[in-house]
């Protein structure tokens, strides 16, 4: 039987004193346990056609555990990947996949469920965010949140100081940004030119969205092994008035509940999970990932629940280390899925 690889890259502060990630061996010994030969390969760049030519030769699927907004060489990484893939190596998850779930413009394809609000919008150029953000500030308070970084970088809450105005490039904007809750004063203008640094690159872009007060009362980050809800983490900014970062670097408080005590989120979401896979390319849900909510309130005054963000580059369990046999078995039964 042919080997699963494990992927990560060497350095970083997510390593531990052997240079894995922590909850890395975990899933490797697990596999090992239960009959199944897996190896971690660190991608270099520099090695990459070795790299490639190996896996094809002795593995039969790969487990991604590397974020690749930290790689230099992000694009070449997915391309040996969408390789492997086209060459029957089952890939947990798909580099499409990654994408699809990874990049924040996945919001902007959920626009025609109710998990995104319709007016949420995503800027690929200057150009583009120049002739949208305006009319969308004028509407209210919005988030402007960038494709890459981590830890609240590059996400902005943005008003209008005097909230009458119609917007025009003069005029003054109060700017909040999630990385610590720091307020700073612009010309929407100048504010503009400045986003330009989140357009550009590899997978540059930024997401235009509502604000949403109700962010107040925390973010709901749930916990995903494929299908199947495994925790949710209840993140509660600061409690002062320009705070609205979930992040722990920002000092917000993090709970950890049951799927069971959220229970409407979890059934709601997973009624409209079918619908979530095929507007983002109908791949194969990624092995491990989470999805982001806030709350808000319909017309009817009756709560629903906002779809913030989404990640499967990289989900961390260190806190459950346990989680790695669970994580074992569905790699498996992928595996014997695909043999089929």
Request: aromatic residues 10%.
């Amino acid at each position: 039987m042919k080997k699963i690889i494990i992927f990560e890259v060497q350095g970083g502060s997510d390593k531990g004193p052997d240079g894995y990630r922590k909850d890395t061996m975990p899933m490797v010994q697990a596999l090992q346990q239960r009959g199944f030969e897996a190896e971690v390969v660190f991608y270099d760049f520099e090695r990459q056609q070795e790299i490639l030519n190996d896996v094809l030769e002795n593995a039969c699927a790969y487990v991604s555990r590397i974020n690749p907004g930290n790689l230099k060489h992000e694009s070449a990484y997915f391309s040996m990947l969408r390789q492997l893939c086209e060459n029957g190596i089952i890939g947990m998850p798909h580099p499409d996949a990654m994408i699809g779930y990874g990049a924040k413009d996945a919001l902007v394809k959920l626009t025609n469920t109710s998990l995104v609000p319709k007016d949420t919008y995503a800027y690929y150029s200057l150009q583009e965010l120049f002739e949208q953000f305006p009319s969308s500030l004028a509407k209210g308070e919005r988030v402007l949140k960038q494709n890459r970084g981590s830890t609240g970088e590059g996400i902005w809450r943005v008003s209008l100081v005097d909230e009458g105005e119609v917007p025009h490039a003069k005029s003054k904007i109060k700017c909040t940004e999630a990385k610590d809750n720091h307020v700073e004063y612009w010309e929407l203008r100048d504010f503009m030119y400045f986003c330009e640094q989140y357009i550009t690159g590899d997978n540059g872009m930024l997401v235009d969205m509502p604000f949403l007060p109700r962010i107040k009362e925390g973010e709901i980050r749930l916990l995903m092994l494929k299908d199947c809800p495994i925790n949710v983490v209840h993140k509660k900014p600061q409690d002062h008035e320009d705070a609205f970062s979930a992040t722990l670097f920002s000092g917000a408080a993090y709970r950890y509940d049951s799927p069971e005590e959220w229970q409407e989120l979890v059934t709601s979401f997973l009624m409209q999970l079918p619908d979530v896979t095929k507007q983002l390319g109908g791949y194969d849900l990624p092995l491990l990932w989470t999805a982001d909510f806030i709350l808000d309130t319909n017309p009817d005054g009756t709560d629903c629940y906002i779809l913030g963000e989404m990640n499967c580059s990289c989900v961390g369990f260190t806190s459950e280390l346990e989680l790695a046999h669970d994580i074992a078995e569905a790699i498996i039964d992928r595996v014997a899925t695909s043999a089929h």
